[in-house]
């Protein structure tokens, strides 16, 4: 499809944003390449009257050859759109149903294994911290074989026997 095809029987007066006959209203390119409307009679009439003395142009005049051109002035297209009270409200909304997911859980959650934390199994919490070397570990080399994973044996963590508790 040629350029002109896409333009129909608009006027094009400019090389525009991209040299390409388009329309866009853009505050850093005021000017598009072809004008917003398509040439009708009575804008034709108004384009001869514009080439004399502007003073004897009416108002709705001067309004009627502005939207020929343009779709919108630079306060209607700089406008907010209020497309920011959507996207807030949406984002209270996830945030309260995490919140409410969140309550559930609490409320409906059963109390914890005696066996899930440290107190319920100490040599594996040892060998935790003791691979994770947060603890030090008093070793008795003379006590042999060695143990898991190069734990020697006779190895304590928190007065822990680590190869006796496993």
Same mark, same amino acid.
């Given at each position: 499809?040629?350029?002109?095809? !896409? ?6 007066? #400019? ?24 040439? /009708?009679?009575?804008? &034709?009439?108004?384009? *001869?009257?514009? &080439? =004399?003395?502007?003073?004897?142009l009416t108002l709705e005049e001067k309004k009627a050859l502005y939207r020929a051109s343009f779709?919108? /002035?630079?306060? *209607?297209?700089?406008?907010?759109? #209020?497309?920011? &009270?959507?996207?807030? #409200? ?9 919140l409410w997911i969140y309550m559930a859980m609490k409320m409906f959650e059963g109390a914890?294994?005696?066996? +899930? ?16 070397? *947060? ?14 994973? =190069?734990? +020697? +044996? ?9 190869? !006796?508790?496993?």
């Amino acid at each position: 499809m040629s350029e002109l095809a !896409k333009i129909g029987n608009r006027e094009w007066v #400019g090389y525009g944003y991209n040299g390409q006959p388009n329309y866009a209203d853009r505050p850093d390119f005021p000017l598009p390449a072809v004008r917003f409307r398509a040439e /009708t009679p009575d804008i &034709k009439v108004l384009r *001869e009257k514009e &080439k =004399g003395d502007w003073r004897k142009l009416t108002l709705e005049e001067k309004k009627a050859l502005y939207r020929a051109s343009f779709c919108q /002035t630079f306060a *209607e297209f700089q406008a907010p759109t #209020g497309e920011w &009270k959507g996207v807030l #409200g949406w984002s209270l909304c996830l945030a309260s149903l995490s919140l409410w997911i969140y309550m559930a859980m609490k409320m409906f959650e059963g109390a914890a294994p005696a066996h +899930a934390g440290p107190e319920g199994q100490p040599h594996r919490w040892a060998l935790l911290q003791v691979g994770l070397r *947060e603890q030090p570990l008093e070793v008795n080399l003379w006590r042999l074989p060695w143990c898991l994973l =190069g734990v +020697a +044996a006779g190895g304590r963590v928190d007065g822990v026997d680590i190869c !006796k508790s496993i």
